[in-house]
């Protein structure tokens, strides 16, 4: 099987593989890389397969697991838990093979503290990694160098009792932050990047850049004027963070890593960024697009903390889609990933039809987490099985992320086709019916309507590369819009309330698919799309696809 393998510009969807949760292959109940070898035909070129162009993985390199990878000890190897150099390696020329692209993690920001460097690092203030981390002395009364907030809890500074003096951590003392104002630090990133390229990774996903630059006199950050002090309110948000991140130098010791990726033939890096309130948006995005358009692009999560009404959707959909130039700039839309609460269980099941609808309709690269095809929801976790420490670091705020990262539901089987024995993590239940075999029988399945709406995608040039506008700008209850290419055009008209609408259509309007299959909007004969609550229509023109 050999897929000609398309160029990012041709790619529809990516798919978010987080690979503790995708697929056991030897009986340990954590997921592998042969374990997604194994899973190659759902992914492209099997019976019924989902239609992917690409992966990204969440971390795979050797890490004490302090933060599930997220702590990294060595760069440039695999994880014995996930398999060895030589399985990536075959899971690469798998993927490939089917045409499918892999883009792999990387964490820039901090490495795990078990890390060699940083083992050194801690062992003197003149050690020559002393200068690869962020150390800094006490205040005269001993305390922290300032008040910067870890996300994870607590202060950003760790006491060293051996060197006499505090590294910062912007997330678990367990990963300490590297000291991007160090050259030496940016060459080990870059030729990081390099090792992977060279073996022929297609893209990067960049962790929490936005703090690899931050203030270089290690000012305090200002209060927070709107926190107020709730019970259930998290106390990182009582800092408005502009010292401790998007310090001075962010944008370019990015373009150094993207000129790494422009050495290299059709390679992308995509940025992990949340909209952050502190910034304008426009200014914001423009920010890390300008990093370097022709390679790099940040996601936009604007879609999972905000309002599900059409209003609050048109608002930042049509905002966004005005400020980028549509033809430098790729926008990479997602709605959940392996930090955030479930797609299902933040806005409904049919309201998650709709978002599906819209993500595989919206111009750019749209990254959709493993399980959201199939509608999965939330795990229940007791607290005797968390995996997460953010729940204990954190009580009462249930942060804890464990319930997006439960096994990959496969089949009805005890433990779901993921694996022989117990998982790491629980089942997040209902595996019965929600799983790819029961799924995939059905043609008005959410999994059916994920495969038909990536297929089609896949197929149009208009979806693919099409251009956007938004339509009647006011409607309290329904967003639409028109994507257009050449002559072609779809209008894509989505029912964000819980009560039928009825939205007027051109004549010779058709609707080509339905987020609920099984029931699908009719138009009438004055050309009157009748909506039912939460639906989301594609609908055609009679000269169109
Ligand atoms: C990113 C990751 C998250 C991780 C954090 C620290 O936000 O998505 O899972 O905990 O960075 O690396």
Not at 459 to 466: P, Y
Request: aromatic share 12%.
């Amino acid at each position: 099987m050999n897929a000609p393998s398309k160029t990012w510009k041709d790619v529809n969807a990516v798919y978010q593989i987080y690979p503790r949760s995708f697929q056991d292959s030897n009986g340990d109940g954590v997921g592998d890389l042969r374990g997604v070898i194994s899973r190659l035909d759902y992914l492209k070129g099997g019976e019924g397969a989902l239609g992917v162009d690409a992966i990204w993985f969440s971390p795979l390199f050797p890490s004490p697991m302090a933060d599930f990878g997220y702590d990294v000890s060595n760069y440039c190897d695999i994880d014995p838990l996930f398999g060895t150099l030589d399985d990536f390696k075959e899971l690469l020329a798998g993927a490939h093979a089917r045409g499918i692209k892999v883009m792999i993690d990387f964490v820039p920001n901090h490495t795990s503290h078990e890390h060699p460097w940083f083992r050194e690092s801690k062992t003197s203030r003149d050690n020559p990694k002393r200068e690869y981390y962020t150390w800094a002395d006490p205040k005269p009364d001993g305390s922290a160098p300032n008040n910067w907030l870890s996300i994870f809890g607590g202060s950003a500074w760790e006491w060293d009792e051996t060197t006499g003096q505090y590294y910062l951590h912007t997330f678990l003392k367990e990963q300490p932050d590297l000291n991007w104002r160090n050259p030496a630090v940016r060459q080990e990133m870059q030729s990081i990047l390099r090792f992977w390229f060279d073996m022929g990774v297609d893209g990067i996903r960049a962790d929490a850049v936005r703090w690899v630059s931050k203030d270089e006199h290690y000012r305090d950050d200002p209060k927070n004027p709107a926190f107020t002090d709730a019970p259930n309110a998290d106390p990182f948000a009582s800092l408005l963070h502009v010292q401790s991140r998007f310090g001075p130098h962010l944008f370019e010791y990015l373009r150094e890593l993207t000129d790494v990726v422009e050495q290299y033939p059709d390679k992308i890096m995509i940025f992990e960024d949340y909209p952050d309130g502190v910034f304008t948006s426009r200014d914001q995005y423009l920010g890390f697009y300008g990093v370097n358009p022709r390679v790099s692009m940040p996601f936009n999560f604007e879609g999972i903390g905000r309002e599900f009404s059409a209003p609050s959707f048109r608002h930042f959909i049509t905002e966004f889609q005005g400020f980028l130039d549509v033809d430098q700039h790729t926008p990479v839309y997602c709605f959940g990933n392996h930090d955030q609460p479930r797609l299902v269980s933040r806005v409904g099941e049919r309201q998650a039809r709709l978002v599906a609808v819209l993500q595989t309709t919206l111009p750019g690269l749209p990254v959709v987490y493993y399980g959201d095809e199939l509608g999965m929801k939330n795990g229940i976790i007791r607290p005797s099985e968390e995996q997460d420490p953010l729940n204990v670091i954190k009580p009462g705020l249930n942060q804890g992320r464990d319930p997006e990262r439960t096994p990959m539901q496969w089949s009805a089987d005890e433990y779901a086709g993921f694996s022989t024995v117990k998982p790491w993590l629980p089942l997040a239940g209902q595996h019965d019916e929600v799983n790819v075999a029961t799924l995939s029988q059905k043609y008005d399945s959410f999994l059916a309507l994920y495969t038909w709406l990536l297929d089609f995608r896949a197929r149009s040039d208009v979806l693919k590369h099409g251009g956007y506008q938004t339509l009647d700008s006011s409607n309290p209850h329904v967003f639409s819009f028109v994507r257009m290419h050449g002559n072609e055009q779809l209008m894509v008209v989505l029912n964000f309330s819980n009560r039928r609408r009825s939205y007027a259509v051109p004549p010779g309007s058709h609707v080509l698919i339905s987020s609920q299959q099984a029931n699908p909007a009719k138009i009438s004969r004055k050309h009157v799309l009748k909506l039912h609550p939460y639906e989301a229509v594609i609908v055609g023109q009679m000269h169109s696809a």
